[in-house]
């Protein structure tokens, strides 16, 4: 059985998300739902509100007070939520406990046994027996809190210990030995996220404060991000009070993805060869929808262009060890050039589909790669998914595949389109990302990056 980190780290990656949705049902928000009870107004409230955020939220933190608050119409409303939030995404039961041992462990069989939920907030400031029951569930992903966003947090946590260690850089030692630990970090102060990361580089933050409480996205993002990227912003308010929830809950979403280029040393190398080799350029073009795009993206020029295309399969190569690949079908006709090189590097068969021979074999496939094999497809990028879904009949008569691999996602509706037809969309790069570090390296002008942001905005790219 996979862990909570493990479940929670595939979400993230499968939906581009770092977003953690808040479910705090605050009495002015419910006051006026439409049903008779206080039970009722709280499910109600609460399952609008992550039916509407949950195709952008990594995951949903839910703060166990604010039902608390309403007695045993609360709990019994909690008992009903959870399960429904956890068909959506995963859960954090934002309940902050901590005591001495026997209590702790008690608590832990209430978070685990009664709300079934496998990820809890824990204030580990009695030590380390307050938390180490919880350690018992082996599946379980907690979060310590190391240094909150209020504004007397520093009173306490930033005290000097006996090791001269601030006590919130010893919490964030305790996460960084134990893969079962996460820390809660404010994002009111980022010298903190600098000073966490420096002795939990891996370790996953859930960072409240962005926003009213005066922390800065960007900032939260540049300091907390670490070595993998393992960070959340917590987000309840703003959410809760938008207009249309879900349209800020998306907003934020691409906020939080455009703050941070997460990208290796390779692949920057390469996103600056992508520049040189003009293989990306702009001005206004005709798409082959009719469309006209500010932005043209021409990987089929990456063949002639030696260093660009090696550092183009390595992306690949680098990208593909996460996944587990045993043949490959590359689409013609950009993505050959690439599932060829690919194939070589892995040391796996590779076929491709073509139009029907009207001689010989007659084959709509070539490779010769045994009839039931599982086959990864492999293209140059994304734009509505219609590439891989025009062929998928051709490979599916033959073989398995359920996953596309490509170097760019335009983020115009492929994924969504691909999910329709069972295929999973992995990028390299998503468009708005490689374009955040061509401005962020002056590599486009501020007015190119501004026009291809709004275009992509109207959904149409």
């Known amino acids: 059985m996979s862990t909570f980190f493990q479940d929670l780290n595939k979400r993230v990656h499968s939906i581009r998300s770092r977003l953690c949705v808040g479910i705090d049902p605050h009495p002015y928000l419910i006051e006026f739902v439409d049903k008779n009870t206080i039970q009722e107004k709280l499910i109600h409230w609460s399952l609008e509100l992550a039916n509407q955020t949950a195709e952008h939220a990594a995951c949903f933190k839910v703060n166990i007070a604010f039902f608390e608050g309403y007695g045993l119409e609360g709990l019994n409303a909690l008992s009903s939520i959870i399960p429904k939030l956890k068909e959506l995404a995963p859960v954090i039961l934002d309940a902050k406990r901590g005591d001495i041992s026997s209590t702790a462990a008690a608590y832990a069989r209430a978070c685990y046994d009664h709300w079934n939920v496998r990820s809890v907030t824990i204030n580990p400031y009695l030590g380390m027996e307050s938390f180490t029951p919880f350690l018992q569930e082996e599946q379980a992903g907690l979060f310590l809190l190391c240094h909150t966003s209020n504004p007397s947090a520093g ?22 030995n134990n893969d079962q630990l996460g820390l809660v970090v404010g994002a009111t102060q980022t010298d903190t ?45 703003a959410i809760a009070q938008a207009d249309n929830p879900k349209q800020k809950a998306k907003e934020l979403q691409e906020s939080i993805q455009a703050c941070h280029s997460p990208m290796t040393v390779k692949q920057q190398e390469l996103a600056h060869l992508l520049i040189r080799s003009q293989c990306v350029l702009f001005g206004s073009f005709t798409l082959k929808s009719g469309i006209t795009s500010p932005i043209y993206i021409d990987l089929r020029k990456i063949t002639g262009h030696p260093k660009t295309y090696k550092a183009t399969i390595d992306a690949y190569v680098e990208y593909s060890k996460g996944l587990s690949i045993e043949a490959i079908a590359g689409l013609p006709l950009a993505g050959l050039p690439i599932a060829s090189g690919l194939a070589l590097q892995l040391r796996v ?36 998914g219609s590439s891989a879904i025009e062929v998928l009949p051709t490979v599916r008569n033959s073989y398995t595949t359920h996953d596309l691999l490509v170097l760019i996602d335009r983020e115009s509706g492929a994924k969504e389109r691909l999910m329709e037809h069972d295929i999973t969309l992995h990028s390299i790069f998503s468009l708005r990302t490689l374009l955040s570090f061509w401005k962020q390296e002056a590599l486009i002008s501020q007015e190119q990056y501004d026009t291809v942001m709004v275009f992509l905005s109207n959904g149409v790219a």
């Open 155 to 176: 009173d306490l946590q930033r005290r000097v210990g006996q090791d001269t260690l601030p006590l919130y850089a010893w919490v964030a030692q305790q996460a960084a």
């Open 193 to 237: 996220l600098t000073t966490v990361r420096t002795y939990a580089p891996e370790s996953w933050l859930l960072c409240p404060g962005v926003g009213s409480q005066g922390g800065s996205l960007e900032d939260t993002i540049h300091h907390g991000w670490g070595t993998k990227g393992n960070i959340l912003i917590s987000v309840s308010r």
């Open 349 to 384: 068969p590779l076929c491709y589909p073509r139009p029907p021979k009207k001689h010989g074999t007659k084959n709509t496939i070539e490779g010769g790669v045994p009839k039931g094999t599982k086959v990864f497809l492999i293209d140059d990028l994304a734009t509505r």
